[in-house]
């Protein structure tokens, strides 16, 4: 597996290569400029960009709106966001445009570099994986999420973070029958259809939940 690792700060970026080496995984190129990933990304195809959120110049946004044009331009290469803090306003634009193979990863968190390569081949398969303080934030707002039992909220955070049944089962200790049927009655309650691609299902409902009205079609309508 290649990354490209974006930030703005030359130590974090060769901590993070150096973590990701240490894991197996080719590090394609590096840079700490925003349009420059956009262009390594065009010339090294790789499986991940790994980006940071705020970068030169003005230290706002600019990792983000990166990665939404490597979005537009590469619609199957995942993208993992390593940040120092939550942005739910980030996390639910990416999850709006393209939910499958994402990743959102609080920079202190990253304290085991075979648990970091998981979470990176998982994106880079098509999967997502959110920072559990990410999913908790996205959860607080409530809305239609008040329908669900506190036990559904628990499966649906799990789900959201990349888990799947058997993992959710073992950490909940129950079956994953029972796991299923939560899951089955958490779309039944936000008025969604239940599906194979469950996880990816879920996160476009995280999305939708923080959406202005009228925009919640248009990601749930979404293949």
Known sequence: MRVVIADDSVLAREGIASLVRGAGIEVAAQTSSAQALIDLVGEHRPDVAIVDIRMPPTYSDEGLQAALAIRERHPGMGIVILSQH?????????LAAHPAGLGYVLKHRVIDIQDFAATLRAVAAGGSALDPQVVAELLSDGGPLNALTAREREVLALVAEGRSNKAIGERLVITQRAVAKHITS?????????GEDENRRILAVLAYLRQPEGAASRTLSSP
């Open 86 to 94: 939550v942005d739910t306003g980030v996390a639910t634009r990416l």
């Open 186 to 194: 958490i779309f039944d309650k936000l008025g969604l259809p239940a």
